[in-house]
């Protein structure tokens, strides 16, 4: 231990052991935030199968992570001295930085479970211990990010609602071919129809031009009629083979049921009074290879609704000028894991307010989310990992374009996007956003740069102390939060990542010039550097 004199520690070394105390704390909370977005948001494919971990003290099945506790997570990563189970290797923990404690008998921590909590030990020169950290492995329960349906028993029926009258005609909305995302397939139909008013009909491939046409004239009570249909019905069509609109397509006021027909194809193009989808079961997308509701007038896609469609390779225009959607629901999209491009999806939609928590969570093949929300000026929130572990999108520029109404951004929205290299000014400007949640971006390993992402959200009062957490290769943080006069509560301490230091006066690698210029509201304001809140050009 370091002494004094006369043998009592100096205001000096107290001070520099209370700063290796504070280093081994910041990097044990995060590294335990690693883990925890390792179990639950980790890319899929680094896992041979699925495992029962424990998370906060529950057993649960996990889609993502091979570390079953936090100790076996620090020895994975070499965070653990080599030759022993709980001494903490803190130079590797801690990058080095300003942390004492190399595995001797004494100057050293130790970490283990203890009564319910992760405990980490500071040890004395005469043995005695100093608890420096603790978390509670608590009850609170997590998402995971899995997706389930409601299993198929009791809703094998596509059933579709129209709104009729006496006199009117309706085509059922159906096409002879299936779109596979580059190639018309022919289509099969075997089926039976209930046409909602006491007649039914069996029909097939060979007689759908002339059975799938109903007109009603003796309908005792106008109004919302079901249409019931059980069999095999692979694509569902509003525009016939001339480009032409099917009969009464107009008159389609929601989806209720979609049951298990075998739909392959899923087109209600300008359905403009369709207003409602129902949720599937387990099944009923199952085969589901290519969708566009373009032009509907659906208000909201719901939870879960193309959850786990693995044969989907695109979502281009599915939804553009849908002008009355104002919500995507929970995991609406999450396990797309085939689909390569979101780009143009919801053009136009001017009234999306909405992105719900693991909207599209976990959709590994995609590349781009470029376009996506362009001029949806009411966006307002981005959901709790909306986007977490989209691992293979290498830019998020664009998306969010002409969102000038958007207001929070969710914990761990964008964590795990691993192949992201640029963040730069994407909210840039988005002067109502007020919100970014904890772990926002946590693990994007690859982004080299945070340049001007914030600059100008003036009314932005709440960031998370951790939204950068393992953003290990950053290379810019110039400009991020220049502007954003309004911040409050605490800076998270990028100043003290790379290879910064005191020595080189903060103006190493990661560049922070002039991140947190007009910050001066934040509780840390006094401990940034000034290279990081104010240099003259």
């Avoid at 659906?298 to 693995?310: R, V």
């Avoid at 009234?351 to 995609?366: E, H, R």
């Avoid at 966006?379 to 691992?391: P, R």
């Avoid at 100043?495 to 934040?522: A, I, Q, R, V």
């Amino acid at each position: 231990m370091l002494t004094g004199e006369n043998g009592i520690l100096t205001q000096a070394n107290k001070a520099k052991i209370e700063q290796s105390h504070g280093a081994v704390k910041d990097a044990l909370a995060l590294a335990y935030n690693e883990w925890q977005i390792e179990v639950r948001t980790a890319d899929t494919t680094r896992l041979a199968s699925k495992e029962v971990v424990t998370i906060k003290g529950k057993e649960e099945k996990s889609l993502a992570g091979t570390s079953s506790t936090f100790l076996e997570f620090l020895e994975n990563n070499g965070y653990i001295k080599e030759g022993t189970t709980d001494v903490l290797d803190v130079e590797e923990l801690t990058g080095g930085k300003q942390a004492l404690g190399n595995g001797d008998t004494t100057d050293i921590y130790k970490i283990e479970e203890q009564d319910g909590k992760y405990v980490v030990n500071y040890i004395e020169e005469d043995n005695s211990k100093k608890q420096i950290w603790s978390i509670g492995i608590d009850e609170e329960e997590e998402e995971t990010g899995e997706v389930t349906l409601e299993p198929d028993t009791g809703k094998e029926e596509l059933i579709l609602v129209y709104n009729v009258q006496n006199g009117d005609t309706i085509e059922l909305p159906y096409y002879l071919q299936w779109f596979d995302g580059e190639n018309e397939n022919s289509a099969t139909f075997n089926f039976t129809v209930d046409w909602g008013d006491g007649t039914t009909e069996n029909i097939t491939n060979a007689d759908i031009a002339t059975k799938a046409i109903h007109t009603y004239n003796n309908l005792e009570q106008v109004g919302e009629l079901k249409i019931k249909i059980s069999g095999t019905y692979e694509s569902i069509a509003t525009s016939n083979e001339s480009s032409e609109y099917r009969q009464g397509y107009d008159k389609l006021v929601r989806v209720e049921q979609w049951g298990t027909t075998g739909i392959k194809t899923l087109g209600l193009m300008y359905c403009i009074n369709l207003t409602q989808l129902a949720t599937p079961t387990e099944s009923s997308f199952k085969d589901l290879a290519s969708v566009s509701l373009e032009g509907s007038g659906i208000t909201s896609i719901p939870d879960k609704l193309f959850a786990n469609c693995s044969n989907i390779t695109s979502f281009y225009n599915a939804f553009d000028n849908c002008t009355n959607l104002t919500t995507i629901g929970n995991y609406a999209f999450a396990n797309c894991s085939n689909v390569t491009s979101f780009g143009g999806t919801f053009d136009n939609c001017t009234n999306l307010t909405t992105i719900g928590d693991y909207a599209f969570a976990n959709c590994s093949n995609v590349t781009s989310f470029g376009g996506t929300f362009d001029n949806c000026t009411n966006l307002t929130t981005i959901g709790n990992y909306a986007f977490a572990n989209c691992s293979n999108v290498t830019s998020f520029g664009g998306t969010f374009d002409n969102c000038t109404n958007l207001t929070t951004i969710g914990d761990y929205a964008f964590a795990n996007c691993s192949n992201v290299t640029s963040f730069e000014s994407v909210f840039y400007g988005l002067s109502n956003l007020t919100t970014i949640g904890d772990y926002a971006f946590a693990n994007c390993s690859n982004v080299t740069s945070f340049h001007n992402t914030f600059s100008g959200c003036s009314n932005l009062e709440t960031i998370g102390e951790h939204m950068f957490a393992g953003c290990t290769s950053v290379e810019s943080y110039r400009f991020t939060f220049i502007g954003c006069g309004n911040l409050t509560g605490k800076a998270p301490k990028l100043w003290l990542t790379g290879d910064n230091s005191k020595e080189n006066g903060f103006k190493g690698t990661p560049d922070g010039y002039n991140c947190f210029m007009g910050c001066e509201g934040l509780e840390n304001y006094n401990e940034i550097p000034e290279y990081w809140k104010y240099e003259p050009m």
